[in-house]
Structures are given as C-alpha cells and as structure tokens.
C-alpha cells in the first residue's frame, strides 16, 4: 500500500525566498506523480505533473524533481510570492491502475 | 466552461437523510473518481469509474453508492447519514492513458450532518 509523507507539514517565509518543499513515497512503481496547490476552502490546481521516466518538470517559477528509486520528489518553488500561499500536495500515481494516493500537504505561508 | 463541475457546493443536512452529490465532466476523460477529504485534510480515494464501470471501490460503506450514467457523469448517493460522513468530497476525472494535465479535480462539496 501506498504511503506518502510530505516535509515539511508546515513552512513560513518572507516574500522572496527559494523554497524545496519535500514529498517521499514507499513504493517506487508508480506511473507517475503529480503536484497540486489547494488554496483554503477551494478544490485542488494542477501544477506539474512528472511521468516515471522524467527526472523533472519546470513551470514558470516551479521545478519539480523525481527519483523513483528513492521514491522521492521535490517542487522548487523560486523567489516566493504572497499568492504562492496555499496547501502543497504531492500524489503519486500507480501503475497498476488509477488511484493517486495523496501525502497531507506542506502548508505554505509567504509573508510579505 | 468549468472542467469538472459538481452541485450542490455547500450541503447541511441531519442525521438519518439521503443526499446525492452530481458531478460532471466535459474534459471528454475516460476516469472518474470520488475523492474525501476529511477535518484532518487528507484526501482519500472512494471510488473510480472508467467508462461507467466501476474499476476503483475503497473499503467505504454500503450507505455510499456512486452512479455512472455516462462518461461524463458520476454522481454520489448517501443513504442514512451520520455526523462522521461530515466533509469535503471531491469528484475528479483523469485520462485513461497519462496525458497532461493529468488528473483534474472540481471545486469540492463540503457537506455537513447536523
């Protein structure tokens, strides 16, 4: 069964700064993983998504890293802004069928 | 031109009631999903359908039960509710084969037994 921890559960920062939030998943077979924010109260946005053969995905600010080996992924998140506040959620994908298993979120909070 | 779409938003209901959840999904996806986030947060898969057919059924109660009448649709009923049931629920559709934007959720019904 899929496991996912996300690291930290909680981050506060000064507008600016470069952030790794930290995602690690116990079982490496996965089709591929996928990074979404939620902002409170409201549904879940896509943001990369990372296919098993990938090493990384870049979308404008964010940069999102897999080692499926290790199972681990990380998402950049460069020169960190107050509307990047929200719920960060990592959620691999297995392969055997289409459950994504979610990790309970980096809360993120860019202080301006 | 909403993606995923589900009715009602916001649901207070008493214990004992029947509610349905509707969802539905004009990105042409094969997959549709219900999803459950609890107080805690954590979101959990319940059920999946693929082309109608349920491919995806977490230990979830029996008072729960998912309705496919198209691809484009997938709708949840909940019999005899109680406090527990108390959350957000989340309907998502995704491909059947990995394409960007991979899975696509909608806006979630937070539903409330009083």
């Known amino acids: 069964k899929q496991e996912v921890t996300q690291i930290p559960a909680a981050l506060s920062v000064p507008e600016g700064e470069n952030l790794v939030l930290n995602c690690s998943f116990t079982?490496?077979?996965?089709?591929?993983l996928q990074w979404f924010r939620q902002d409170p109260g409201k549904g879940l946005t896509s943001l990369l998504l990372?296919?098993?053969?990938?090493r990384e995905q870049t979308s404008g600010r964010l940069n999102a890293s897999l080692d499926k080996s290790s199972g681990r992924s990380t998402l950049y998140i460069a020169a960190s802004q107050p509307g990047d506040s929200a719920t960060y959620l990592c959620?691999?994908?297995?392969?055997?069928?289409?459950?994504?298993?979610f990790g309970e979120g980096t809360q993120l909070t860019v202080n301006p | 031109d909403t993606a995923v779409s589900q009715t009602p938003k916001y649901l207070v209901t008493q214990m004992g009631n029947d509610k349905s959840i509707k969802c539905e999904q004009n990105?042409?996806?094969?997959?549709m999903y219900w999803y459950k986030q609890d107080s805690k947060k954590f979101l959990k898969i319940m059920f999946s359908?693929?082309?109608?057919?349920?491919?995806i059924n977490e230990t979830v109660p029996n008072r729960f039960s998912p309705k496919s009448p198209d691809k484009a649709h997938l709708n949840l009923h909940i019999n005899s509710l109680e406090l527990g049931d108390s959350a957000v629920y989340f309907c998502?559709?995704?491909?059947?084969?990995?394409?960007?934007?991979?899975?696509?959720f909608g806006s979630g019904t937070r539903l409330t037994v009083v």
């Open positions: 990105l042409g996806h094969d997959t």
């Open positions: 959620a691999p994908k297995e392969t055997s069928g289409s459950r994504l298993t």
């Open positions: 990372i296919q098993s053969s990938q």
């Open positions: 079982d490496s077979a996965i089709y591929n």
């Open positions: 359908y693929n082309n109608k057919e349920l491919i």
């Open positions: 998502a559709s995704s491909q059947d084969k990995t394409t960007l934007p991979g899975y696509t």
